[in-house]
């Protein structure tokens, strides 16, 4: 793990109508759409997976699509915000998550790392695997998943990070066994979804789901600002005391790379915020 930690803030995707006059000028074709959230975001969670396969041309055309050095670089004591260009998460196929047992979806993962997805070459970043709100905890089979994931393909190094929404994973168990596989647990902003605010890897990763539309930033300027503060007690390794825990063990206090996200509801306004927070982070 390097010593300065990397902060990455986004949005999902980035093909969305609403978008084209809200957040892309009017008059921008679609096919520099993503070239333009490149230049104003840091990173990008690919939603598209979660339904189908893409082709490996297509991973390596997104690639190509998102320059490096766009000049919103800043550099921290302990961080460095977009410290050489948008990141891309990809979420998971929902043919290994949405299913009752998840040590059987060995065949759908090989699948899907099959697919092309390390074609987008030093984009690349975590895998998000994404299980329905009525998925509860079993803790043998939630193990045997997480045994199935590849930590590393063709010598790169994967990262990989789950986001539960069943009360019953508010669990210390549940904790323990992440933090056996050192996989962290997506931070849920959400009206309904738990909360996890355990630090179980070397990364943090938070989807914020609160936003509205009537706001021109998405969230009110103070929760931006608590945001910030949030994001920066994470990058330097430490955890949030407003933000409660399954575990009362307390994290090793090791910078770590975070990635946000606002995203779902108020989704108009979604790049706004993100934007936001990104230039609190430079200050």
Same mark, same amino acid.
């Given at each position: 793990m390097s010593t300065k930690s990397k902060i990455f803030v986004g949005i999902g995707g980035w093909n969305f109508a609403p978008w084209r006059g809200a957040f892309y000028p009017r008059g921008l074709v679609q096919a520099k759409e993503l070239a333009y959230a490149s230049a104003h975001l840091t990173s990008i969670e690919i939603n598209s997976t979660f339904y189908g396969s893409q082709k490996p041309e297509t991973f390596r055309k997104w690639a190509r699509e998102t320059p490096d050095g766009f000049g919103i670089m800043a550099q921290t004591p302990v961080c460095a915000i977009i410290p050489d260009g948008l990141v891309f998460s990809i979420k998971g196929p929902r043919f290994a998550t949405n299913r009752r047992v998840l040590a059987e979806a060995g065949d759908s993962i090989k699948r899907f790392f099959a697919s092309g997805v390390l074609e987008l070459g030093h984009r690349l970043g975590p895998f998000l695997w994404q299980f329905t709100p009525t998925k509860k905890f079993d803790e043998a089979d939630f193990g045997a998943f997480l045994?199935?994931?590849?930590?590393?393909?063709?010598?790169?190094?994967?990262?990989?990070?789950?986001?539960?929404?069943?009360?019953?994973?508010?669990?210390?168990?549940?904790?323990?066994?992440?933090?056996?596989?050192?996989? @962290?647990?997506?931070? *849920?902003?959400?009206? #309904?979804?738990?909360?996890?605010?355990?630090?179980?890897?070397? &990364? =943090? %990763?938070?989807?914020?789901?609160?936003?509205?539309?009537?706001?021109?930033?998405?969230?009110?300027?103070?929760?931006?600002?608590?945001?910030?503060?949030?994001?920066?007690?994470?990058?330097?390794?430490?955890? @949030?005391?407003?933000? *409660?825990?399954?575990? #009362?063990?307390?994290?090793?206090?090791?910078?770590?790379?975070? &990635? =946000? %996200?606002?995203?779902?509801?108020?989704?108009?306004?979604?790049?706004?915020?993100?934007?936001?927070?990104?230039?609190?982070?430079?200050?």
């Open positions: 045994k199935l994931l590849p930590r590393k393909i063709d010598g790169k190094a994967l990262r990989h990070v789950v986001e539960v929404r069943h009360e019953s994973f508010c669990d210390p168990s549940f904790i323990a066994l992440l933090r056996e596989f050192a996989t @962290p647990v997506v931070f *849920a902003e959400h009206a #309904t979804y738990p909360a996890i605010a355990d630090i179980t890897g070397d &990364f =943090v %990763y938070a989807r914020l789901q609160k936003g509205r539309d009537s706001i021109a930033t998405g969230y009110p300027a103070p929760a931006l600002d608590q945001w910030a503060d949030r994001v920066r007690l994470w990058a330097k390794g430490s955890g @949030p005391s407003d933000l *409660a825990r399954v575990d #009362t063990k307390a994290p090793s206090s090791s910078p770590r790379d975070v &990635f =946000v %996200y606002f995203i779902h509801e108020g989704k108009i306004r979604a790049p706004a915020p993100a934007m936001a927070l990104i230039e609190r982070l430079k200050a």
